[in-house]
Nanobody
Framework: QVQLVESGGGLVQPGGSLTLSCEASGITFSLYTMGWYRQAPGKQRELVAAIPSDHNTNYADSVKGRFTISRDNAKNTVYLQMNSLKPEDTAVYYC????????????WGQGTQVTVSS
């Protein structure tokens, strides 16, 4: 059974920080690119950050310089450190595990709410 279990969401003031965690089970973790997506009300789900096994990271322009994605293969866990949070960062954040060889597979976490408000 594949599971992606997220934690760390909550309410934070503008300018504050929050760290999300996602622990995966049921997959060979090192073979998957891990990513964080978010979806705000009335908007499409968008990629926030991704990190393949070689640790070469990709970020959405809106979060560059503020967010950091990292992974610990020994713990089967991916993290998203969020600093200098803005109200526009408010969304449900989803963890994703993806591979494309030999076939395409995508697994998703249940989502965790992040609210940035004073």
């Amino acid at each position: 059974q594949v599971q992606l279990v997220e934690s760390g969401g909550g309410l934070v003031q503008p300018g504050g920080s929050l760290t999300l965690s996602c622990e995966a089970s049921g997959i060979t973790f090192s073979l998957y690119t891990m990513g964080w997506y978010r979806q705000a009300p009335g908007k499409q789900r968008e990629l926030v950050a991704a990190i393949p096994s070689d640790h070469n990271t990709n970020y959405a322009d809106s979060v560059k310089g503020r967010f950091t994605i990292s992974r610990d293969n020994a713990k089967n866990t991916v993290y998203l450190q969020m600093n200098s949070l803005k109200p526009e960062d408010t969304a449900v954040y989803y963890c994703q595990a993806a591979r494309r060889w030999p076939n395409a597979y995508d697994y998703w976490g249940q989502g965790t709410q992040v609210t940035v408000s004073s």
